[in-house]
């Protein structure tokens, strides 16, 4: 009998990572590829614990999937980058007393060793950190791009604004009303002049395109949901003074319900309709509502008491015209719509609680059969008292109100969007100066492209404060600079731009870095871009990506790329959780996975979390799992020695056998569920061939091989060391994927349920791809299924191959 030797994972890994680097085996010709597969993992923020397996998990199944397709033959250029800017890194770096430009590289030096130890086939010259500034001099290139283009504007804003970080804050990081990374600290409502993208702009192609895109559905339905196309139209009110007040709403067939208006606080008419005997208690009611963030003013933080004050004056309903009483209240907001609303409290919940707490009007123009009590806010239901529109369903009294009040120029059809301008500032110190210079003479002048990179300055005092200004402004002989137009002297812009404008276009550099004159080489660009594939968590679904497709579709139109969307297919992977509970240093259940590689090998913790559950759902991390891969992994290496060890000529022949048939149908199986991501199932595939193999006691290379290459993108190195085994000189990578017969495949019995009406009665053996009359026959002959059949006809049969017929009775 063949001996053996151990399985020891440390020095197999090591040899094999040591030997990638040596022959430059993850290293593709990005000017000569024949098949180029860009595949794309979203970048990872390098945070002082390093890497957690919930990183590793998103990791390790975006690179099996890159290298799936290089033995596919593809040309896989799968690159690595920091994404090392932004609020978290300068919080932390603040904590503990150090700038984080010296942080931040110790930190990356982490993860790097990690992601090397766990193998991923990672381009390492093409690493990028977008603290970098040959990486930041393109991002305020960028900007510049967008600025010429009238797409970059500074305007004064509410924003959400932390006491604790001492910044903007966006709205998603605000929960109810307190900041996400400071449960403790509640947020303020300040006005402050900020630089905004018009994203808006592009609204309807971003959320049109949607439909082309491949795309995880849950990702699709997030991002939809976040742009939030609504089409109705915009209404004028006016006042007995002559003022216009437009109103934007998806219901205009209730405008005869419409009993009176509110505006949001902020509203620039809200001065000229102030009564004078008013006007202590709307400026007082304004004042509170500037300290109240913007999230719990629109989510309302689950108060059902409703505030607002009466302006004092009145407004025509343009369908009935009578005058209406006009307010403020804090659940409108100048951010969406016109910042006005028409309040119709009989068929919506907000204004109907509003309404009954200050005793206003409450009129019925919906009706239904079902007899609710009101509100009711549905669209099933026929006009009452709305005049010549009585008796029109709602969904077709829509347009003809609309075109009754457009004829009398009280109306405008309209579309509107949930989506907001990108508001890119920053009052902090870690993060890209955005390239603008502000002159008394020629105000904000752009950076010329030739003085790029303004560089963010090293200074000591980095703390921001209350103030509102970053702390750059302290900074004098960085503030200080001549305008570059007139020569006078003039002043830097010292907010820094959101971190997510870093990584809103890292995947058009990363097959560039070495160019330092240009953001990204045209012929490589076309060679690469766009992704082939992206893998990432929809915790980025939004923001990231909706940026990302931004930008790109900007450098489209501005003629910098020949594509308008960076990321054709998409996959969103699953979470990773411990003992049943989302990973949190709070829980105390993060896992660090080094500890793991040191026990266990990385190739058998890289199948252990695809094996924990379907890679786009995620799965619960336990300790006592890992050792069944473990000893698959072993039984593997011993099968391989003892076929590696057997004379040429000597390796027993397998035609024919249930070896044969059962490696054909384990090639297709794992080809299948590797190509949708299906990791988990993949596996028990090959665990389910081995056990056959080990049986049937077929010790051949050609039952092995074929085994060995289809692990290979799970577990690289033990694939690389077995390759090598069998004779191979070149990397396992090299190799083609097997194929398998379909013939042979098809092969063999199967077990299929058999239900009458939905319940189990039976089961049938038959051959793999049966036709549904067979197996009726079949199971028609069968005793226990008969019986409840008992001569009934037989109105319906649903067959699914190979697995269930229901005979319906």
Excluded at 469 to 490: D, I, M, N, T
């Amino acid at each position: 009998m063949t001996q053996v030797p151990p399985y020891d994972p440390q020095l197999v890994e090591a040899r094999w990572q040591e030997r990638w680097v040596r022959e430059h085996t993850n290293q593709p010709d990005l000017d000569r590829a024949r098949r180029p597969f860009y595949n794309l993992m979203m970048f990872p923020y390098p945070s002082a614990e390093g890497l957690h397996v919930g990183n590793m998990f998103a990791f390790t199944g975006a690179d099996i999937y890159g290298r799936f397709k290089r033995l596919q033959g593809y040309d896989v250029f799968e690159p690595i980058g920091f994404d090392a800017f932004g609020i978290h890194s300068e919080n932390y770096a603040l904590s503990v007393g150090i700038n984080p430009a010296q942080l931040i590289p110790k930190n990356i030096e982490t993860f790097r060793r990690q992601l090397r130890r766990f193998g991923g086939m990672f381009d390492w010259r093409h690493e990028l950190s977008t603290t970098d500034p040959p990486y930041y001099k393109w991002t305020q290139w960028i900007f510049l791009q967008l600025f010429a283009a009238g797409l970059a504007f500074r305007k004064k804003a509410a924003v959400n604004w932390c006491p604790k970080d001492m910044s903007v804050i966006a709205n998603e990081q605000v929960i109810n009303g307190y900041c996400e990374r400071h449960p403790d600290t509640k947020v303020e409502q300040r006005f402050l002049e900020q630089w905004f993208f018009n994203i808006t702009k592009y609204a309807e192609p971003l959320l049109r395109n949607l439909e082309r895109l491949d795309w995880s559905d849950s990702t699709r339905v997030l991002q939809r949901n976040w742009i939030g196309r609504s089409e109705g139209a915009e209404l004028i009110f006016e006042t007995p003074a002559g003022a216009k007040i437009p109103v934007f709403t998806t219901r205009p067939d209730t405008i005869f319900g419409a009993t009176y208006l509110v505006l949001a606080p902020e509203h620039p008419l809200v001065d000229q309709l102030t009564a004078d005997e008013q006007r202590r208690p709307v400026n007082t009611y304004r004042r509170e509502m500037q300290g109240k963030d913007v999230v719990s003013r629109r989510v309302g933080g689950g108060d059902k008491t409703k505030t607002g004050v009466f302006l004092g004056s009145y407004a025509r309903n343009p369908a009935t015209g009578e005058a209406i009483p006009v307010w403020i209240a804090d659940y409108v907001l100048m951010e969406y719509g016109t910042g006005a609303i028409m309040a119709v409290p009989a068929h919506d919940a907000r204004d109907f609680e509003f309404a009954t707490q200050f005793r206003l009007p409450i009129r019925e123009v919906v009706r239904s059969g079902g007899g609710e009590p009101l509100p009711r806010v549905g669209e099933d239901g026929v006009l009452v008292n709305s005049r010549e529109f009585d008796g029109l369903p709602c969904r077709q009294a829509k347009g003809a109100i609309i075109a009754w009040l457009k004829e009398r120029r009280l109306a405008t059809p309209q579309v509107q969007y949930r989506l907001h301008d990108w508001c890119i500032s920053r009052q902090r110190y870690w993060g890209p100066p955005i390239p603008i210079i502000y002159c008394d003479r020629c105000g904000p002048v752009p950076v010329p492209e030739r003085d790029l990179p303004v560089e963010l300055p090293f200074i000591q005092d980095f703390r921001p404060d209350a103030s509102g200004v970053s702390p750059l402004a302290r900074h004098k002989e960085w503030y200080f600079v001549k305008c570059p137009r007139c020569g006078a002297q003039g002043r830097r812009e010292t907010d820094v731009s959101d971190t997510f404008l870093d990584s809103a276009w890292y995947f058009l550099r990363y097959p560039s870095t070495e160019f330092d004159d240009r953001p990204w080489d045209p012929a490589r660009t076309q060679t690469w871009l766009p992704v082939s594939s992206y893998i990432g968590g929809n915790e980025h679904a939004v923001l990231h990506l909706l940026y990302s497709r931004f930008i790109t579709m900007v450098l489209h139109e501005l003629g910098k790329v020949q594509f308008d969307e960076p990321f054709p297919k998409l996959r969103a992977h699953g979470l990773i959780i411990k003992d049943g509970a989302k990973m949190s240093k709070s829980r105390g259940n993060v896992v660090i996975p080094d500890a793991y590689i040191q026990k266990w090998g990385a190739d058998t913790l890289r199948m252990y979390l695809m094996f924990l559950g379907p890679f786009q759902e995620g799965g619960d991390f336990r300790d006592t799992s890992i050792i069944g891969v473990r000893r698959f992994l072993d039984k593997l290496w011993a099968v391989a020695h003892e076929a590696a060890a057997l004379t040429p000529g000597a390796s027993p022949g397998f035609p024919g056998s249930v070896v044969e048939r059962k490696l054909h149908q384990t090639i297709k199986k794992v080809t299948t569920d590797t190509e949708r991501l299906d990791y988990n199932t993949a596996i028990s595939a090959m665990m389910e061939y081995l056990n056959t193999v080990r049986d049937e006691h077929v010790v051949a290379r050609g039952a092995i091989e074929p085994l060995v290459v289809m692990v290979a993108p799970y577990a690289p190195h033990l694939a690389e060391e077995l390759w090598s085994l069998f004779g191979h000189e070149r990397s396992i990578f090299t190799a083609a994927w097997p194929a398998f017969d379909e013939r042979l495949a098809a092969a063999g019995d199967v077990e299929v349920v058999v239900q009458v009406n939905g319940k189990v009665r039976g089961r049938v053996t038959v051959g793999r791809g049966a036709s549904e009359a067979e197996v009726v026959a079949l199971a028609m002959q069968d005793e226990s299924v008969r019986k409840f059949v008992d001569g009934k006809p037989l109105r319906k049969t649903v067959y699914v191959q190979d697995r269930l017929l229901n005979l319906v009775v």
